[in-house]
């Protein structure tokens, strides 16, 4: 199967994290017979919500937000301009300042990368499975 692939960029306004999130929504219904499964499709979502959230949280802003689907997997990648690798943070049940995004990501996906990119940020990476026990 070819890889599908779509970008999308400024992802640094208020409203990044919506559009991200229909840019994702956008991108799976036009897999056509290749599909998603719906549960598999609401978690690219959510991952997609939480690595913009934490760009522009922690990252100074995402750049570009990137989906492409392989054979058996989503990939979802998202850079910043912070060199700063994600961490573990305790999550914050008290405060509501998170801890929760990261421990997420890293749950549903079969594996994520940090890489650099040439700008001096980085961009994180998930790979997500396009089925259900997949």
Not at 27 to 39: C, E, H, K, M, T
Not at 50 to 67: D, I
Not at 70 to 77: G, N, P, R, T
Not at 82 to 104: E, I, Y
């Amino acid at each position: 199967m070819t890889t599908l692939s779509t970008e999308c960029t400024a992802l640094a306004s208020p409203s990044a994290v919506a559009e991200a999130r229909q840019a994702t929504r956008t991108f799976l219904g036009a897999l056509g017979p290749w599909g998603i499964d719906r549960d598999c499709a609401d978690t690219v979502v959510l991952v997609v919500s939480e690595l913009v959230t934490n760009a522009l949280r922690h990252g100074g802003g995402a750049r570009m937000l990137r989906l492409a689907v392989h054979s058996d997997i989503i990939e979802v990648a998202v850079e910043d301009s912070s060199p700063r690798a994600p961490r573990m943070r305790t999550p914050d049940l008290v405060d509501g300042t998170g801890g929760f995004g990261w421990h997420m990501v890293n749950d549903l996906a079969h594996a994520t990368i940090v890489t650099p990119t040439p700008e001096g940020g980085k961009a994180v990476r998930a790979l997500l499975p396009r089925r259900t026990g997949g």
